[in-house]
Each structure stands twice: as C-alpha cells, then as structure tokens.
Nanobody, 122 residues
Framework: QVQLVESGGGLVQAGGSLRLSCAAA????????MGWFRQAPGKEREFVAA????????YYADSVKGRFTISRDIASNTVYLQMNSLKPEDTAVYYC???????????????WGQGTQVTVSS
C-alpha cells in the first residue's frame, strides 16, 4: 500500500510564499515521477509541476513557470513545491501524485495524496 501525505498549505497574501511537502510511504518500484496538480472550485484538476526520478528533469505549467520550483529528496521519498509570488488565481486544493506515465496528465499517475488547501488573498 502506497500513501502520499501532503502538508504545508494555508492562507497567504498575494505576493507571499508557501512550501508544500509530500511524503511517500510504502514501496514503489521503478523510476517513478512525482507531480503536483491543483483543482480550484468549479474547475478541472490541472497540472502544476512534475519531477523525474533523479530530480534532474522538471516540468512546469506555463502559469507557474518562474514562480514555483519542484524538488525531491529520494532518500526520504519526499517531493516539495516551493511557491513564490503567489497570486489569488493560485488558490486551489493542491494534490501530489506518483506514477510512471505522462507527467502532465493526471491519468499518468497511480497514487494520489488527499490534497492540501492553498488560499491566496488579494
């Protein structure tokens, strides 16, 4: 059984920063990628960022490039999302995921966390 547990969400003013963490427990085999997605009220879940197994390859949605940074610690099975210069439109529930498929497609991930709320006030 694999579990992903997110933490670090909260309320922040526009222009502020938050750091999300996602700890993976359980055994996963192979070189899996980890990603972050978000879902705002009334909207579909959307890709935010992903990172390859070694941490040497990263991918970002255009809306967060230059503001968000994804990283991972293989030893502790933890992935991070540093979010800077936050905007009200970043408000959403953020989910971390792990899998072996298309990094930008939610169908490419096999395991999901429960989500953490990020609220950015104007």
């Amino acid at each position: 059984q694999v579990q992903l547990v997110e933490s670090g969400g909260g309320l922040v003013q526009a222009g502020g920063s938050l750091r999300l963490s996602c700890a993976a427990a359980g055994r996963m085999f192979g070189s899996y990628a980890m990603g972050w997605f978000r879902q705002a009220p009334g909207k579909e879940r959307e890709f935010v960022a992903a990172i390859g197994w070694s941490g040497g390859t990263t991918y970002y949605a255009d809306s967060v490039k230059g503001r968000f940074t994804i990283s991972r610690d293989i030893a502790s099975n933890t992935v991070y999302l540093q979010m800077n210069s936050l905007k009200p439109e970043d408000t959403a529930v953020y989910y971390c995921a792990a899998g072996w498929g298309d990094y930008a497609n939610s169908n490419g991930y096999s395991y999901w966390g429960q989500g953490t709320q990020v609220t950015v006030s104007s």
